[in-house]
């Protein structure tokens, strides 16, 4: 009877490093399509904007079906820029319907002012945000703390 033996070829380890790479590659995948914080849920969306450093009123949730226009103009793709700079991407969703809730932010560092978190979200992710004063003159940026108004 002949046996076989267990030699460690060249296209085995080519399989190997192919099926190593696909897995990576899905992983990968994944986690880019937003897979982490699911802000469908209003604990969602305070765990979000907690992990960003700002403290909420959730009670103050205030929350509307917006739909997206189909061309970004003016005021619009400036918004946008500062949205690419954050990683997310409205030409992406043109003419689509999301979700828009704003809160309170209770932390802000500037007490003299209205200061509102408000989060684009479609399905489970969000696709826009900002966090911006009320007053006549006021501010917008980025959501993450450390960004500089505009």
């Known amino acids: ?23 990576l590659v ?3 995948l994944l986690k880019s399509c937003g897979t ?3 802000v469908s849920t209003p604990e969602g969306r305070e765990a979000f904007l907690n992990g960003l450093g700002w403290e909420i009123d959730t009670e103050s949730e205030d929350r509307r079906k917006v739909q997206l226009p189909m061309e970004l103009e003016g005021m ?3 918004y946008n820029e500062m949205q690419l700079q954050q990683g ?5 969703h043109l003419g689509e319907t999301c979700m828009q809730y704003s809160y309170v932010v209770t932390n802000y560092p500037d007490k003299s002012q ?9 399905g489970q992710r969000v696709i826009a945000g900002d966090i911006h004063s009320t007053a006549m003159n006021g501010f917008l940026h980025g959501l993450k703390m450390e960004e500089p108004a505009i």
């Open 114 to 122: 209205t200061v509102l978190a408000t989060l684009y979200v479609q």
């Open 76 to 78: 619009l793709a400036d």
């Open 26 to 28: 899905t992983l990968i």
């Open 88 to 92: 997310y991407d409205l030409s992406r």
């Open 1 to 23: 009877m002949k046996q076989k033996h267990n030699t460690f070829t060249k296209k085995k380890a080519l399989t190997i490093v192919f099926l190593v790479a696909a897995v």
């Open 36 to 38: 982490g914080d699911d």
